[in-house]
């Protein structure tokens, strides 16, 4: 287990340095000088040196490397071309509301694929099974932001529910919080929720045509305590990963919803930087959100490990 | 002894005709294949051809798709958009299954470093979240379509490099691959002889799937205006343009959007008809982890 | 095409097959009747008839064993008729489970029956134990769901069940999970697992053939030994006519989703009268024969979606005997008492 733990690891470490360098490397290759770039028509002299020595961008490419993974570590991702605050607090900033959001999604997004999932392979061939499908495969094909456009057109145009954009801390106005977050996670949601039926449904079949299962069958076990026991318990191994790989990705990937909905989290700070070009704020998000991603995907298989009684030993 | 790639992809066609959404994906992908060649010539008026006394009016007889805030005709410019769609979609994919095969290849026929430094690359690129990385990268190489394609096409590299990999692996074990490498077949030869065909199912299949994920982001980029720049019309952007209108006008929300859902859902059902045909595993924890975002 | 003219005799009155103490006074009703069961299953070619008219019993302390090649429909049978049959099946005729009628019953009574009155060990007990539970909690899941143990009972019951099936050290393996036996070791659990309602009916799918030889014998052994301190009644699924002689009381050989021969294992082995069970004992490896001589059937068994209109076996057959065999189904026809055979030319002694 802990030998399990310690590779998981080590490789995670390795790809963690792949993914600076690729940050890293993602401002060498914009056309040009990046910071002459970023300050566009604002330029003047003694603002490019000090961004450039600030950046280390008057160094050979090996040593900007080593430092910007030196800082890195120890939590500096340099400071924003526009703002000269640092890149970290930014991001810090931008976290708690683009986390609300995500948390948000995969809450709706289980509460329809769970039960839908499981029903759709405990009944398959049903009814309910076929519409689980045409469900999943609408949701798979859908994009989000133009369920969020749908969302704001029903619920804000023609029913006039809920506001058509906008954030509101939830520390400081949970109802208020509510009424804005319902709209975005529910058109996040509704994509995450077709991936997760699919793969619950597809998790529970595999399980059910166990032998255990018919060995379970054949004590006469009624079949809630089947498909709870024997079936969910190891049905749902990897679906807490895939829900959580889910999680992690919609982290870095609700730049589009976050847009659209006027969200300031995470995403927007992407887009901003983009429009901005604001490479530091965007490497630095890049990297955050690859990074937790990383830690998710690491945090994930170890649970794994405890879940499943079988790895540990391996 | 090694299945023919002909006889792959035939044996796909037949068992396509027999499954209704595939029949339907296919007929929609057709319909696509017609607009996108010929949907400058199909569209009633030029995609920026104004009338100025007819902003924003909804859907009539002179104007199906209604007009937009500029007064443009919202017909014309989603049947033109679908040419770019189905260009970014396609280049992207071809770039990735390119590039993707060609890493799967080397790594897992030398194995050893190579193996370990390819696929550790391919490691990288797939720690980052899709739509993050390609904004990425078109970010720092300049919004356009050129750059998307290549942005999405990096982005999809990884999984055909381990598609292919696993393919090669398990093929290069068995008898006949053996047996071509004691009697002295050159790899070149064995590769494209015995490997390439033996892989082609599966790759078919995340072929299909791709170009489904492929315009999603396309999609998504333009939406942000970094896929193809105005004037051109695109799906995505259009969207963008409209959203601030669509309380008002819910054909600029309704159109574009249904557009590119339709073209998802086409990929998607032949893909998965395919995968049910030629690679009838469950969905496995890989690619439900990469199945979208 | 129906036979149930001819109904079994009773083997416990053949005097020769009752090799063991029975359990008991002769109890006229047996604990498992099957009558003419019959098994469709619906398949994307079509319906597949598995079973047809199939009819036997066990009675109490007896062992009955079914035999035949994989598909010959011996495994299906049972679970179709304890109700554990594919969804897409469609089952038909009558099945008496200590006299109840079990196709009448709605399915929680047949549940209930089923789990308190029949275990089941299978044949793989490599899958057939879940890998997340431990081997404690498996064994006596049932005994809390039946017979309304606490999970403090039903962990004592679990340790007396282990030691009882010759598991070393119970009271501490019995909170291990399934991955940390060997193979004979699982199979071992599973048979604790099977008997820990005291069921009256005890139901082994090929239960060796996933082990290796030696182990294969001890547990052929701890079955038989079971049956005979329990007085259970036995149903062996097995292709492997050796373990038959050793442990059966009755047998029947099917073909093809149908009951080709039946009777006492004594009547059956010293003259068998269908060319199939006779096919069958002769590529049978025994003492100075060895692997490689054994004399294989030619050819393979029908498709249940393709069943020749006549005998099944028809096309593989050694006799041949005329057109009739191979349009018309021949009927199961005693050749002794108790001894019944579907063949028009049934096999002599000598032949």
């Known amino acids: 287990m802990t030998r399990f733990v310690l590779r998981r690891l080590l490789q995670s470490v390795v790809v963690l340095l792949g993914v600076t360098l690729v940050v890293f490397l993602l401002l060498q290759l914009v056309p040009g000088d990046p910071v002459r770039v970023a300050l566009g028509t604002r330029f003047d002299q003694q603002t490019y040196d000090a961004l450039r020595e600030r950046s280390g961008l008057d160094q050979p490419l090996v040593a900007q490397y080593a430092s910007y993974v030196g800082h890195a570590l120890t939590g500096d991702l340099g400071v924003s071309f526009r703002s000269g605050q ?67 057109l029903l619920f804000a145009g023609v029913l006039g529910w809920l506001p ?41 079949l595999e399980v059910l045509s166990e032998d255990y299962v018919r060995t379970a069958e054949a004590k006469g076990l009624r079949s809630r305590i089947v498909v ?20 992690a990705s919609l982290i870095g990937g609700v730049i589009v919803i976050e847009v659209l909905f006027a969200w300031p989290g995470v995403g927007r700070l992407t887009y901003d930087a983009v429009q901005a070009r604001d490479y530091p704020v965007l490497q630095g998000a890049v990297l955050f959100v690859a990074a937790l991603f990383l830690l998710m995907n690491l945090l994930v298989d170890v649970l794994y490990a405890r879940l499943d009684p079988r790895i540990g030993v391996r | 002894m090694s299945g023919h790639p002909d006889g792959t992809l035939r044996r796909a066609l037949s068992a396509l005709r027999h499954d209704p959404p595939a029949v339907a994906g296919t007929a929609v992908l057709l319909l696509l294949l017609v607009v996108g060649v010929a949907g400058r010539w199909l569209a009633p008026d030029g995609v920026n051809d104004v009338d100025v006394d007819g902003i924003l009016r909804p859907p009539s007889l002179d104007h199906l798709f209604g007009t937009d805030e500029l007064g443009r005709d ?17 280049v992207s994919v071809g770039i990735a299954l390119l590039v993707g095969v060609t890493v799967g290849l080397l790594a897992g026929w030398y194995r050893g470093w190579v193996d370990n430094v390819l696929m550790r690359g391919m490691d990288v690129l797939f720690a980052f979240p899709v739509l993050l990385l390609a904004v990425a990268i078109v970010a720092v190489l300049g919004p356009g379509l050129l750059t998307a394609m290549v942005a999405i096409g990096v982005v999809y590299t990884p999984i055909f490099a381990r598609v292919t990999r696993a393919g090669v692996l398990s093929v290069r074990e068995q008898v006949f691959v053996r047996a071509a490498v ?12 015995h490997v390439l065909p033996n892989i082609a199912a599966p790759l078919i299949v995340q072929t299909s799937l791709s170009l489904a994920f492929a315009i999603l982001s396309e999609a998504a980029l333009s939406f942000l205006g970094l896929g193809i720049q105005p004037p051109d019309p695109a799906w995505g952007r259009m969207l963008y343009d409209g959203r601030g209108f669509v309380t008002e006008a819910w054909w600029l929300g309704v159109f574009p959007g249904a557009a590119i859902f339709l073209t998802v859902l086409a990929f998607n059902l032949v893909g998965d008809a395919l995968r049910d045909v030629l690679d009838p595993r469950q969905l496995t924890v890989g690619e439900a982890r990469r199945s979208r975002r | 095409m129906r036979e149930r003219t001819d109904r079994p005799t009773r083997p416990g009155r053949a005097g020769a097959t009752d090799r063991h103490e029975p359990a008991g006074p002769d109890i006229a009703e047996p604990v498992l009747a099957i009558e003419d069961l019959t098994v469709t299953i619906g398949t994307r070619r079509g319906p597949a008839r598995a079973v047809a008219g199939v009819d036997w019993s066990v009675r109490a302390g007896q062992t009955l064993a079914l035999v035949g090649e994989s598909g010959s429909g011996k495994s299906l049978t049972v679970l179709a008729a304890t109700g554990l049959a594919p969804r897409t099946a469609r089952v038909t005729g009558r099945v008496r489970l200590l006299g109840e009628e079990l196709t009448a019953l709605p399915e929680p009574r047949r549940r209930r029956l089923r789990g308190r009155h029949v275990g089941f060990v299978f044949q793989d007990p490599m899958t057939s134990l879940n890998p ?28 007396e069940l282990l030691d009882l099936v010759g598991i070393p050290s119970p009271r501490q393996r019995v909170d291990a999970y399934p991955h940390q036996f060997s193979g004979g070791m699982r199979q071992r659990v599973v048979i604790a697992m099977a008997l820990s309602c005291e069921p009256d009916l005890l139901i082994a799918d090929e239960p060796t053939t996933a082990l290796d030889v030696t182990t294969q014998a001890q547990i052929v052994e701890l079955i038989a030994d079971l049956r005979r301190r329990l007085g259970t009644a036995v149903v062996w699924i097995t292709h492997d006519l050796g373990v038959v002689a050793g442990v059966a ?10 009951i080709v021969e039946q009777g006492p294992v004594d009547a059956v082995f010293d003259a068998p009268s269908h060319p199939y069970t006779r096919a069958l004992l002769a590529a049978r490896p025994g003492p100075g024969v060895r692997d490689g001589d054994l004399p294989a059937i030619q050819g393979s068994p029908p498709s249940p979606l393709d069943l020749p209109a006549g005998c099944a076996f028809w096309p593989r057959c050694p006799v041949r005997g005329d057109a009739r065999c191979e349009h018309e189904l021949p009927p199961l026809v005693p050749v002794a008492p108790g001894h019944r055979v579907r063949t028009f030319y049934p096999l002599s002694e000598d032949a």
Do not use: K
Request: hydrophobic content about 55%; glycine content about 8%.
């Open chain 2, 182 to 193: 004691s009697i002295g077949a050159s790899d070149a030869r064995i590769i494209r002889r």
């Open chain 1, 228 to 247: 709870v026991r024997h079936v969910l318990r190891n049905a749902l191994i990897p679906v807490v990963t895939v829900v959580a790989v889910q999680l």
């Open chain 3, 132 to 159: 997340v539970l431990t081997v404690g909690r498996q064994v006596t899941e049932a005994c809390e769901e039946h017979l309304g143990m606490t999970r403090r009972q039903a962990r004592e019951r679990a340790v």
């Open chain 2, 74 to 90: 919202v017909l014309s410019r989603v049947l033109v958009a679908a040419r770019v769609s189905l260009e970014v979609g396609l």
């Open chain 1, 86 to 152: 640092p890149v970290t607090t930014i991001v810090l900033e931008r976290l708690p509301a683009t986390l609300s959001l995500a948390v948000t999604a995969v809450l709706l997004a289980l509460l329809v694929a769970f039960p839908l999932g499981v029903l759709s392979a405990v009944r398959s061939g049903s009814a309910l099974d076929h519409a689980a499908r045409v469900f999943s495969q609408f949701g798979v094909s859908v994009p989000d932001f133009w369920m969020g456009i749908m969302g704001i």
């Open chain 3, 249 to 258: 009381d009755t047998v029947a050989v099917m073909y093809g989703g149908r």
């Open chain 1, 164 to 204: 058509p954009s906008g954030y509101v801390a939830l520390t400081e106005d949970p109802a208020g919080w509510a009424s804005h977050v319902l709209l975005p996670a529910g058109a996040v949601g509704l994509v995450t929720a077709s991936i997760l039926t699919r793969f619950i449904r597809s998790s529970v």
